[in-house]
């Protein structure tokens, strides 16, 4: 009787298409919808190794879309996958790092993390 119900719900959550992230994204500025000109791209995120966070270091692989404005030009980094796919201390990250260069590494402790 319960495994219908989570039968159901399983069904309801392969059946859902996923959530679009980034859309309906607006450039201040120039009023117009960003586009989304590039899908999956790899962002690394680096860590600081020291106190006053002036030097950084590798810390996550990250995918993401890339997102831009039609008129100025302006280019977003939206939508990142729920979790990374490589880690630092992982032995293939260099490898997955050269085979996929990320187009940017973000070096920044604050705001809203991925
Ligand atoms: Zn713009």
């Not at 009023?31 to 106190?51: C, L, N």
């Not at 880690?87 to 293939?92: A, G, L, N």
Request: charged share 30%; hydrophobic share 30%; with cysteine.
């Amino acid at each position: 009787m319960s495994s219908r119900s989570s039968d159901n719900e399983l069904l309801r959550e392969l059946l859902t298409p996923p959530r679009r992230v980034g859309q309906g994204m607006a450039c201040a500025k120039c009023a117009k919808f960003f586009r989304r000109i590039k899908s999956g791209v790899v962002v690394e995120e680096g860590m600081p190794t020291d106190r006053d966070q002036k030097e950084w270091g590798p810390y996550k692989l990250w995918r993401a879309d890339l997102f831009e404005c039609p008129q100025c030009k302006t280019q977003v980094i939206a939508g990142f996958a729920q979790h990374n796919f490589a880690e630092h201390y992982q032995d293939d990250y260099a490898e997955k790092r050269d085979k996929e260069p990320p187009i940017v590494t973000v070096n920044d402790c604050g705001g809203m993390k991925p």
